[in-house]
């Protein structure tokens, strides 16, 4: 993947906790490029604010080379993609809202290459799609024939109480804003509208196995911690705080569910593989899997 310029920006006068506004905040992890913050108070824990231009971060190469293992298939061979365990979780996640709302308009913010709403377009929804990547959303509208707005949510405009079901595969961790984004969620969901989420839990098996290592090596192997919190994500949300921050925007908790990222989504080699395959094992015996899936809806 291509480099992109980036540097730390001196925050530490005027940072405050995007959940509960406190500035008694610490370094969790130092790393190289970038360091990881917590809150005292909350507990939420986030990337310490860089100089980066977020459209650079998701251009061609993102989707193309670092998430190549994932969005590659949908270019030339889509008739047997959508058959590929890859997408099971869109497949299954479909199934679900579907079981909680008939058919309607559907947003997916952060919708990427729109292979989702491509899915939810065959289903009989009226797809719309958010993204900021232009390479991402063109395709989606080329290809798909969906409407996607290259902007940030809150600026696009959406009308009030719009949207049946918003969804957010993986995108909460990646927005440098997500209290705004949810506001706006609220706004242009329909009363009896519905919010999906998913994302990775900072509280779950594998980021504690990153932060063992992390410590009992004396800060020095770094690695697993950087593979679980990636620069591209922002916000590490636990599920005590995404709830939160979900109750303070003015949702209520329809479901909560807990699962996986699929073997066959991870770019790592069998060995790596093998060695996540067992961490899943011993993340299910103990009920910490890595991500979670939350249904909510106006309080």
């Known amino acids: ?30 790393l190289e490029e970038y360091n990881i913050l917590k809150c005292r108070n909350c507990h939420l824990v986030f990337t310490e604010p860089l100089s980066i231009n977020l459209s650079e971060l998701y251009s061609v190469e993102y989707f193309e080379e670092f998430q190549s293992n994932f969005f590659s298939r949908c270019h030339d061979d889509y008739a047997n993609y959508k058959q590929d365990p890859r997408l099971t979780s869109f497949k299954e996640g479909l199934d679900f809202l579907m079981s909680h709302k008939e058919v309607g308009k559907i947003l997916d913010v952060g919708c990427a290459t729109g292979v989702f709403l491509d899915m939810a377009k065959n289903k009989g929804w009226e797809p719309y799609g958010v993204d900021i990547s232009e390479y991402a959303a063109s395709y989606a509208r080329d290809k798909f024939g969906i409407k996607v707005e290259t902007r940030e949510l809150q600026v696009v405009n959406f009308p009030s109480a719009y949207f049946d079901i918003i969804t957010m595969w993986d995108t909460i961790e990646h927005v440098p804003n997500p209290g705004q984004i949810l506001q706006e969620c609220l706004r ?18 594998i980021p504690r196995v990153a932060d063992i290592l992390y410590r009992i090596t004396g800060k020095k192997l770094k690695k697993p911690i950087k593979l679980v919190h990636p620069i591209h994500h922002i916000t590490h949300f636990s599920k005590l705080t995404l709830k939160q921050m979900l109750r303070n925007t003015g949702f209520e908790i329809v479901y909560l569910g807990k699962g996986e990222i699929p073997l066959q989504n991870l770019r790592w080699n069998w060995g790596t593989k093998i060695l996540i395959g067992i961490m899943y094992f011993f993340a299910r015996l103990l009920n910490m899997q890595y991500e979670v899936k939350l249904l909510v809806k106006k309080a």
């Open 188 to 205: 242009i969901l329909k009363g009896d509208g519905l919010l999906f989420i998913v994302t990775v839990d900072e509280d779950s098996f």
């Open 1 to 30: 993947m291509a480099r992109h310029s980036h540097k730390k920006l001196d925050t530490s006068k005027s940072l405050k906790c995007q959940l509960c506004g406190s500035q008694d905040i610490f370094c969790l992890y130092e």
